[in-house]
């Protein structure tokens, strides 16, 4: 891991640490050499700020040389003893030739901050680095402002088709269903998706594999067939009278399966709205969450139409005697690729072979109902062909037919040609990324939502995604909290190690109403406040979260919340809003952690830019091996590299135009620096407030580290653990704590440390500590270096709380 920049970046206070301590306790020989120990590190570090270098033995890894000092015995002095130390300057990490981007920058200093109420030495060890010095340099070039923008107007890839033919009565839809689209959904026109499933399904009663791009209405491509082949069969019972007409209790003849219970409920609705135009048939959900019992007493009354998640679905298939599924004709499983990541194969298998066995037995027992399809279709929508959609493709499908907007895609697809880049971003969502290097991350994030939100109307809502839930819980308790009143509220506390937990006096912040509390690291119960940050004087900004650790119950309320919202608001959330969810009017995705993989970058970015709208999209990466990842953004546009321009922020431009407040830079060119690092100051003394704040600031570090390690094998190209900057990162949570003091995860000690250096036979290498030790060890051989990357997510993923948020009732 890249450390050696933060050692040269720790500054010293003047007063306090430096200042030579009295040594209490122990025999007067203890006290002696305490005293001569101290005595040196203070001469080496005053010599040093006098201008001297001191150029002590090198250590590449912070950690490294933390863990060497920790099996000393512990000094007064030891707390600064790494200041010392210099940094190496190595090809992969390096130090800003300058300090700062601006030869008139003085950084700020700990005589700066060191007389402000929230800065005292709380528990001793606390690093308080300038912002702008030995930042990593960008490896790639910045963009003149003359090369092409991407400003020119693109044609839309997943809008309604606009051509007078393409109507939802000329694919063989009934008028009845196609005027309720257009009267009661507003949906005048279908997608090219739309189009090419709806014409297929309606013809033949073969199985199909739909595959289309994020937002193009697959929803519909695969309900709407259902809906209107189910009509057909109610007039077909009518005209013989066999019934009056389909009815809850004729049978259950469709099952639509979604890996999660946000997008189950999601697709529930639609199709709800749906049957607004045949109300006979009765749709109904069994997705957990809820009393088994409350499931199965609807099980009995009988629906047409199920929507579930495979877990509780197998669990009724087995347990539920009213579920009869042996009229079952379709079968949709949604969002394939995520069925199979999330494990649920076992249970698709067990479903579907219950059905094929009761199909068989009542096709035995002669009691068909008539204009029922002989055979079932099953509709598997994925967004790629990988391996694992395969392997669910042999499960479900027969025959299946290739379904999917552009024909061409298709060809490429069935060749085996280049199947994950099929998947693609919609064509009009600009995307763009900013270069800003850890330390600045925090304040960055900041000042681009400012900057986003400054004018009413301009953005309306926003999703940030984080990579585990830790850690987005931080960052909306930095964004609904008044900083700067809850540090100095709390600016009496003896010291952070004496304060008690309890934060339930915050005050309200300014601006926040009703409902809406402020936020408390302590209480997941609330889930959105008034972001007084992010709030300028004409309008009100509202945070939420949403991450697998918060409850069913409250992460729906939260999605219909921010859903039902009219006003500006920004969503902090883990993947779990990644997939399939369609919110309204999100107009801005910003990718604060880069995604696990590409494809859940394409789902992510897909939460914008939906059915033919604008979308705009920006990733935040680190200077260095980060900024590598833009070829994966070129990649998501059809055309590649060639051509595709992607739009590049730097942190300076981003401070400059979210914190200095006319965004133009005057005569005060250092401006955005100075009320970047009052930001920054002021995030840690809030931080340092309060022991529970510390705590979770803590917590997300870790946890966002952890997160790191597990980018899937592909991409640690681009995101290598042993690259990140951990002391630097730390900054970006607010933390002046060295990383090895927070027991950073991965980061072996004693008996564990040894055997894992023993067993990977790298020496001095795998000593290096922290996660990138485990990952010294790993086998050379990719296959099994990707199952391990899979098994790390996984367990992480389980640690994180975020298996959780799949179902599973
Ligand atoms: N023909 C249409 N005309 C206009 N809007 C449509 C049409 N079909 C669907 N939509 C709207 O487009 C949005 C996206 O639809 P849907 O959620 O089905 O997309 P999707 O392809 O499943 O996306 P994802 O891959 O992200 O799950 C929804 O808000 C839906 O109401």
């Given at each position: 891991?890249?450390?050696?920049?933060?050692?040269?970046?720790?500054s010293?206070?003047?007063?306090?640490?430096?200042?030579?301590?009295?040594?209490?306790?122990?025999?007067?020989?203890?006290?002696?050499?305490?005293?001569?120990?101290?005595?040196?590190?203070?001469a080496?570090?005053?010599?040093?700020l006098?201008?001297?270098?001191?150029?002590?033995?090198?250590?590449?890894?912070?950690?490294?040389?933390?863990?060497?000092?920790?099996?000393?015995?512990?000094?007064?002095?030891?707390?600064?003893?790494?200041?010392?130390?210099?940094?190496r300057?190595?090809g992969?990490?390096?130090?800003?030739?300058?300090?700062?981007?601006?030869?008139?920058?003085?950084?700020?200093t700990?005589?700066?901050?060191?007389?402000?109420?929230?800065?005292?030495p709380?528990?001793?060890?606390?690093?308080?680095?300038?912002?702008?010095?030995?930042?990593?340099?960008?490896?790639t070039?910045?963009i003149?402002?003359?090369?092409?923008?991407?400003?020119?107007?693109?044609?839309?890839?997943?809008?309604?088709?606009?051509s007078?033919?393409?109507?939802?009565?000329?694919?063989?839809?009934?008028?009845?269903?196609?005027?309720?689209?257009l009267?009661?959904?507003?949906?005048?026109?279908?997608?090219?998706?739309?189009?090419?499933?709806?014409?297929?399904?309606?013809?033949?009663d073969?199985?199909?594999?739909?595959?289309?791009?994020?937002?193009?209405g697959?929803?519909?491509?695969?309900?709407?067939?259902?809906?209107?082949?189910?009509?057909?069969?109610?007039?077909?019972?009518?005209?013989?009278?066999?019934?009056?007409a389909?009815?809850?209790?004729?049978?259950?003849?469709?099952?639509?399966?979604a890996?999660?219970?946000?997008?189950?409920?999601?697709?529930?609705t639609?199709?709800?709205?749906?049957?607004?135009?045949?109300?006979?048939l009765?749709?109904?959900?069994?997705i957990?969450?809820?009393?088994?019992?409350?499931?199965?007493?609807?099980?009995?009354?009988?629906?047409?139409?199920?929507?579930?998640?495979?877990?509780?679905?197998?669990?009724?298939?087995?347990?539920?005697?009213?579920?009869?599924?042996?009229?079952v004709?379709?079968?949709?499983?949604?969002?394939?690729?995520?069925?199979?990541?999330l494990?649920?194969?076992?249970?698709?298998?067990?479903?579907?072979?219950?059905?094929?066995?009761?199909?068989?037995?009542?096709?035995?027992?002669?009691?068909?109902?008539?204009?029922?399809?002989?055979?079932?279709?099953?509709?598997?929508?994925?967004?790629?062909?990988?391996?694992?959609?395969?392997?669910?493709?042999?499960?479900?499908?027969?025959?299946?037919v290739?379904?999917?907007?552009?024909?061409k895609?298709?060809?490429?697809?069935?060749?085996?040609?280049?199947?994950?880049?099929?998947?693609?971003?919609?064509?009009?969502l600009?995307?763009?990324?900013?270069?800003?290097?850890?330390?600045?991350?925090?304040?960055?994030?900041?000042?681009?939502?400012?900057?986003?939100?400054?004018?009413?109307?301009s953005?309306?809502?926003?999703?940030?995604?984080?990579?585990?839930?830790?850690s987005?819980?931080?960052?909306?308790?930095?964004?609904t909290?008044?900083?700067?009143?809850?540090?100095?509220?709390?600016?009496?506390?003896?010291?952070?190690?004496?304060?008690?937990q309890?934060?339930?006096?915050?005050?309200?912040?300014?601006?926040?109403?009703?409902?809406?509390?402020?936020?408390?690291?302590?209480?997941?119960?609330?889930?959105?406040?008034?972001?007084?940050?992010?709030?300028?004087?004409?309008?009100?900004?509202?945070?939420y979260?949403?991450?697998?650790?918060?409850?069913?119950?409250?992460?729906?309320?939260?999605?219909?919340?921010?859903?039902?919202?009219?006003?500006?608001?920004?969503?902090?959330?883990?993947?779990?809003?990644?997939?399939?969810?369609?919110?309204?009017?999100?107009?801005?995705?910003?990718?604060?952690?880069?995604?696990?993989?590409?494809?859940?970058?394409?789902?992510?970015?897909?939460?914008?830019?939906?059915?033919?709208?604008?979308?705009?999209?920006?990733?935040?990466?680190?200077?260095?091996?980060?900024?590598?990842?833009?070829?994966?953004l070129?990649?998501?546009?059809?055309?590649?590299?060639?051509?595709?321009?992607?739009?590049?922020?730097?942190?300076?431009?981003?401070?400059?135009?979210?914190?200095?407040?006319?965004?133009?830079?005057g005569?005060?060119?250092?401006?955005?620096?100075?009320?970047?690092?009052?930001?920054?100051?002021?995030?840690?003394?809030?931080i340092?407030?309060?022991?529970a704040?510390?705590?979770?600031?803590r917590?997300?570090?870790?946890?966002?580290?952890?997160?790191?390690?597990?980018h899937?094998?592909?991409?640690?190209v681009?995101?290598?653990?042993?690259?990140?900057h951990?002391?630097?990162?730390?900054?970006?949570?607010?933390?002046?704590?060295?990383?090895?003091?927070?027991?950073?995860?991965?980061?072996?000690?004693?008996?564990g440390?040894?055997?894992v250096?023993?067993?990977?036979?790298?020496?001095?290498?795998?000593?290096?500590?922290?996660?990138?030790?485990?990952?010294?060890?790993?086998?050379?051989?990719?296959?099994?270096?990707?199952?391990?990357?899979?098994?790390?997510?996984?367990?992480?993923?389980?640690?994180?709380?975020?298996?959780?948020?799949?179902?599973?009732?």
């Amino acid at each position: 891991m890249a450390d050696d920049g933060m050692l040269l970046n720790f500054s010293i206070p003047e007063t306090g640490i430096l200042n030579k301590p009295k040594f209490k306790g122990g025999s007067w020989r203890d006290r002696l050499s305490a005293k001569k120990a101290a005595g040196h590190w203070h001469a080496k570090a005053s010599g040093r700020l006098n201008g001297e270098e001191s150029v002590p033995k090198v250590s590449r890894n912070a950690n490294h040389t933390a863990l060497g000092e920790r099996t000393k015995a512990p000094s007064p002095s030891h707390d600064f003893e790494p200041q010392a130390k210099r940094a190496r300057h190595t090809g992969e990490f390096k130090p800003a030739s300058k300090p700062t981007d601006d030869p008139n920058f003085r950084p700020h200093t700990d005589s700066d901050v060191s007389n402000r109420p929230g800065d005292k030495p709380k528990g001793g060890r606390q690093i308080i680095s300038s912002l702008f010095s030995y930042n990593p340099e960008s490896t790639t070039q910045v963009i003149s402002k003359e090369e092409p923008t991407d400003d020119a107007p693109v044609e839309p890839s997943n809008a309604p088709l606009s051509s007078e033919l393409d109507t939802f009565t000329s694919l063989g839809l009934s008028p009845s269903v196609a005027a309720h689209l257009l009267n009661k959904m507003e949906i005048k026109a279908p997608t090219a998706i739309q189009k090419a499933a709806v014409s297929q399904l309606l013809k033949e009663d073969s199985d199909a594999f739909i595959q289309a791009e994020t937002g193009s209405g697959k929803t519909l491509a695969y309900l709407l067939p259902i809906v209107q082949r189910l009509i057909e069969l109610s007039a077909n019972m009518k005209k013989r009278k066999v019934d009056e007409a389909v009815q809850r209790n004729s049978g259950l003849f469709a099952i639509v399966l979604a890996p999660t219970r946000e997008l189950s409920k999601q697709i529930a609705t639609v199709l709800e709205k749906l049957l607004g135009c045949a109300h006979w048939l009765v749709a109904g959900t069994v997705i957990g969450g809820e009393k088994k019992k409350s499931e199965k007493a609807r099980l009995r009354k009988g629906l047409n139409i199920l929507v579930a998640t495979p877990g509780r679905l197998a669990d009724h298939l087995e347990h539920t005697q009213a579920l009869d599924v042996s009229n079952v004709r379709w079968l949709v499983l949604d969002e394939g690729d995520r069925l199979m990541e999330l494990g649920f194969e076992e249970e698709i298998q067990k479903i579907v072979g219950n059905l094929n066995n009761r199909m068989r037995a009542k096709k035995d027992a002669s009691s068909q109902i008539p204009g029922l399809p002989e055979k079932r279709t099953t509709i598997l929508c994925s967004a790629t062909m990988k391996m694992d959609v395969e392997r669910l493709g042999q499960i479900s499908l027969k025959d299946a037919v290739h379904i999917s907007k552009d024909p061409k895609d298709k060809d490429a697809e069935m060749d085996g040609e280049d199947e994950d880049h099929a998947f693609q971003a919609p064509a009009q969502l600009k995307q763009s990324f900013a270069v800003v290097a850890p330390k600045l991350r925090l304040v960055s994030l900041i000042s681009f939502l400012k900057r986003a939100f400054a004018r009413k109307g301009s953005v309306m809502k926003v999703i940030v995604f984080i990579s585990c839930a830790d850690s987005v819980d931080f960052h909306f308790d930095i964004f609904t909290n008044d900083l700067v009143e809850s540090s100095e509220e709390t600016k009496d506390e003896p010291t952070t190690e004496a304060a008690t937990q309890d934060s339930s006096n915050q005050k309200k912040p300014k601006g926040s109403k009703g409902a809406i509390a402020q936020a408390d690291p302590t209480k997941l119960t609330v889930t959105h406040a008034t972001s007084s940050i992010l709030s300028p004087k004409t309008h009100t900004v509202t945070a939420y979260r949403l991450h697998g650790s918060l409850p069913q119950s409250l992460r729906t309320s939260t999605l219909a919340h921010f859903t039902k919202n009219k006003e500006p608001a920004v969503l902090f959330a883990t993947d779990v809003a990644s997939r399939g969810l369609d919110l309204p009017n999100v107009d801005l995705v910003v990718e604060f952690d880069p995604a696990f993989a590409r494809e859940d970058h394409l789902h992510r970015i897909g939460r914008t830019a939906r059915a033919g709208r604008d979308g705009r999209a920006c990733i935040f990466l680190q200077p260095g091996c980060e900024e590598g990842y833009v070829s994966i953004l070129k990649s998501d546009r059809k055309d590649g590299e060639v051509g595709v321009h992607i739009a590049r922020q730097d942190a300076p431009e981003i401070l400059k135009k979210g914190l200095v407040t006319s965004g133009v830079v005057g005569k005060d060119r250092n401006e955005y620096m100075e009320k970047a690092t009052d930001l920054q100051l002021q995030i840690e003394r809030w931080i340092l407030a309060s022991p529970a704040r510390l705590e979770s600031a803590r917590r997300a570090y870790q946890s966002h580290v952890r997160a790191y390690a597990t980018h899937g094998a592909a991409e640690r190209v681009y995101f290598d653990i042993k690259q990140l900057h951990l002391g630097h990162l730390a900054k970006a949570f607010g933390l002046r704590e060295r990383p090895s003091g927070m027991k950073v995860p991965g980061l072996r000690t004693g008996a564990g440390r040894e055997s894992v250096r023993r067993g990977a036979g790298t020496g001095a290498k795998a000593a290096g500590g922290n996660a990138a030790e485990v990952r010294e060890v790993d086998p050379s051989e990719e296959a099994a270096k990707m199952r391990k990357a899979v098994r790390a997510r996984e367990k992480f993923m389980r640690h994180a709380g975020m298996a959780d948020e799949f179902n599973l009732g």
